[in-house]
């Protein structure tokens, strides 16, 4: 499973970051988490506000931190 989080480093993009390392150790997923921080990576994802989020290339969500539970479904939907 590859996770993709999109951020530039601001506090919102980091704690995507962290919510997503948490949930893929709590659920014990063999998963690449990969951060994209160039703009125009971002803006070529059709990401217009960030945060952003894909997990195996699917777009999960832009400008917002969703909640752990969130990611947690999403990521058991791709096991």
Do not use: F, N
Not at 67 to 76: F, L, M, N, Q, R
């Amino acid at each position: 499973m590859k996770i993709i989080v999109y951020g530039t480093g601001c506090s919102k993009c980091k704690a995507l970051e962290k919510a997503v390392k948490d949930a893929v150790d709590k659920l014990g997923v063999d998963a690449e988490i990969v951060k994209i921080e160039e703009l125009d990576k971002i803006i070529e994802a059709g990401i217009l506000s960030t945060p952003g989020l894909a997990i195996d290339g699917e777009m999960k969500v832009a400008g917002r931190v969703p909640s752990s539970a969130e990611i947690e479904k999403w990521i058991k939907a791709k096991m």
